[in-house]
């Protein structure tokens, strides 16, 4: 550094004085400590079999392989014969160039671990809340990129592959901060003082810190200028990389995001269960307004709607696991999604596990015979949808049903006709049976009957008879 800086301050200010006295100062100098570069990059390669090097001997090897770098140029600039380039300078320092790109990475987590350590919270613009360790952060991605820029490695097919693994590392680092960042967020802030997850000004400092942190990889990654020259495809290699972090990195907020609310699961299924549907959005409202105060937008809609799959989840839960007034729960579930319709779209709340749901609640709100009568149109329109479809059928089955008793069914599978085989040729085929509607018949949905199977053929007879039992209560 003081030889490349020596000859920075001859080159701009000394040399002008020595001119005057027809005195080539920069010439002497180089004439002087080129030789001891040389000297130090014939015993780089030397030491290439003494690998790994300790952290002390590797920085300075940067450190000669940058002043051989900067005194070629100096000496090409005052017309001065180099053996240096006569060395061959990337052929002495080649072996180091993968142990300088994982030392800059080990350098910058290292910071990062301190920066973290010393964390206080900032105000970066007057709607929401970082923190210091973002920032210094990101001072940190951007020492890495000026480490890059200054190896400046000349062999650009061996640059390109170099500048792919920097780039990679440089993810990992970014990975590295939002892992322990949110170790650090859950071993101090995550719950209080009994136990419970309590959402606090430090989750939406949390998630700010990683959104800022992810948008600054494409800008970190125009900076570095990775030139994809004599490379197959190297373009796409380097859009993929960078694809991926994005997509890791993404994964790693929505796993966050997804603990955290899991976390208040039993707090939104306590009050599910309560039949009370403003004590949901009662405390719903109390922990997303502090969300929505102090995150950055973007954030604030993925946890909101990870909340809204969250109480999705917690509402099938009361439905199966004990009796529930099913008009509540129903009126319930149509309030919360007003409640969410105020900062999600239709779209992001009519996914499928509401429709569901909803399906379930309002069939569950009609009398029985209704349901059944449901039932029975739908299927039926499945089968006429069948038959006009281009789509060939597998056959035809024959059957019979009657009743021996209002709560006795008697099923006849008689025989199938059947117009397809199986992959290999073979036809062994037999017949599964069960009651439907399930949302009624409950307990007779479970068991399942089932023919013999008949082999060799493509019309079996079956023959076969079932008795299914109905409790008197279902058939009310």
């Keep these: 550094e003081a030889c490349c800086a020596k000859c920075k301050v001859i080159k701009e200010h000394i040399g002008s004085l020595f001119k005057e006295f027809q005195v080539d100062y920069l010439s002497i100098f180089i004439q002087v400590i080129e030789p001891k570069l040389t000297e130090l990059s014939r015993l780089c390669i030397a030491k290439e079999k003494s690998l790994p090097l300790d952290r002390d001997t590797v920085i300075a090897y940067y450190q000669a392989y940058l002043a051989c770098r900067q005194i070629e140029v100096y000496a090409c600039a005052v017309d001065e014969p180099s053996a240096l380039k006569e060395l061959n300078i990337s052929r002495c320092y080649e072996h180091l160039v993968g142990s300088w790109i994982e030392l800059a990475s080990v350098m910058c987590r290292e910071r990062i671990s301190k920066a973290i350590a010393i964390d206080e919270a900032v105000r970066m613009t ?8 973002v920032t210094d952060t990101n001072v940190f991605l951007h020492q890495m990129v000026s480490f890059w820029k200054s190896l400046d490695w000349p062999d ?3 640059a390109f592959g170099y500048g792919l693994k920097h780039f990679e590392n440089l993810g990992q680092c970014v990975l590295y901060y939002v892992e322990t960042c949110y ?11 009994e136990g419970r997850v309590t959402i606090s000004e430090r989750i939406c400092i949390f998630f700010n810190n990683v959104d800022h942190l992810k948008k600054q990889i494409p800008v970190v990654t125009q900076k570095m200028e990775i030139r994809p020259v ?4 190297a373009s796409r290699s380097l859009e993929v990389l960078m694809v991926q972090m994005e997509q890791n990195i993404e994964e790693k907020i929505q796993g966050f995001m997804e603990q955290i609310c899991e976390k208040l699961t039993p707090e939104i299924s306590q009050r599910i269960s309560e039949e009370h549907p403003m004590a949901l959005e009662e405390f719903l409202g109390s922990n997303l307004q502090l969300l929505n105060e102090n995150l950055v937008e973007s954030i604030y809609k993925k946890i909101l709607h990870t909340v809204w ?3 999705l989840l917690a509402i099938e839960e009361v439905m199966v696991g004990k009796k529930y007034d099913k008009t509540v729960l129903h009126r319930t579930l149509t309030s919360i999604k007003v409640f969410f319709s105020e900062a999600l779209s239709k779209e992001e709340l009519e996914i499928p596990h509401y429709k569901v749901l909803l399906n379930t609640l309002e069939n569950r709100l009609l009398p029985t015979h209704a349901l059944i009568a449901k039932c029975c149109s739908e299927l039926t329109r499945q089968q006429e949808l069948a038959k006009t479809s281009n789509t060939t059928t597998c056959g035809e089955l024959f059957i019979s049903v ?3 008793t209002d709560t006795m069914v008697e099923l006849n599978v008689i025989k199938a006709e059947v117009n397809t085989t199986h992959k290999d040729g073979s036809s062994d085929i037999f017949v599964y049976s069960w009651i439907l509607p399930q949302l009624i018949f409950t307990e007779s949905a479970k068991k399942k009957y089932k023919t013999d199977i008949v082999k ?3 019309e079996p007879n079956f023959c076969k008879e079932f008795i299914m039992y109905l409790s008197q209560q279902q058939c009310l």
């Design 126 to 133: 007057d709607e929401v809340m970082f923190s210091t360790s």
């Design 156 to 158: 650009t097919e061996q």
């Design 183 to 193: 170790q650090q967020l859950s071993e101090k802030y995550l719950y209080d003082s």
């Design 230 to 233: 004599g490379q197959q495809n």
């Design 309 to 311: 799959k969250v109480t």
């Design 402 to 404: 009657g009743y021996r």
């Design 456 to 458: 060799g053929t493509l």
